[in-house]
């Protein structure tokens, strides 16, 4: 079992930026797709942004390209959503998940997607409200 556990969610002007922190247990996030979703109030959780192996494959949704990062750190099994020039859209429950690579290609390449019934775990989730 792959416990995924989040952190960093908090209450931000429009603007402001916020970290959030996804841990994983050894060996998760060099093995997995790890992705962030989110589900705003009354709406379907989307993607927002996956990472394979680091510089290997990211990919993110459009609504956060430009304003997001994701970034991994194998040696402390975190992955990160570095969120900057947030607006009040961007508020909702943000989910850590963890899924398998699709593969293809000769010689094999790796990708990620960003749609949830791909990922297998998931964490609890952290809150992130954006006031206007």
């Known amino acids: 079992q792959v416990q995924l556990v989040e952190s960093g969610g908090g209450s931000v002007q429009a603007g402001g930026s916020l970290t959030l922190s996804c841990t994983a247990p050894?060996?998760?996030?060099?093995?997995?797709?790890m992705g962030w979703f989110r589900q705003p109030p009354g709406k379907e959780r989307e993607g927002v942004a996956t990472?394979?192996?680091?510089?290997?494959?990211?990919d993110y949704a459009d609504s956060v390209k430009g304003r997001f990062t994701i970034s991994q750190d194998n040696a402390k099994n975190t992955v990160y959503l570095h969120m900057n020039s947030l607006k009040p859209e961007d508020t909702a429950m943000y989910y850590c998940?963890?899924?398998?690579?699709?593969?293809?290609?000769?010689?094999?390449?790796?990708?990620?997607?960003?749609?949830?019934?791909?990922?297998?775990?998931w964490g609890q989730g952290t809150q992130v409200t954006v006031s206007s």
């Open positions: 050894e060996y998760t996030v060099s093995r997995y797709c």
């Open positions: 998940a963890a899924g398998m690579p699709t593969t293809f290609g000769v010689p094999m390449r790796y990708s990620c997607e960003l749609v949830a019934n791909k990922y297998t775990y």
């Open positions: 990472i394979y192996r680091g510089n290997t494959y990211t």
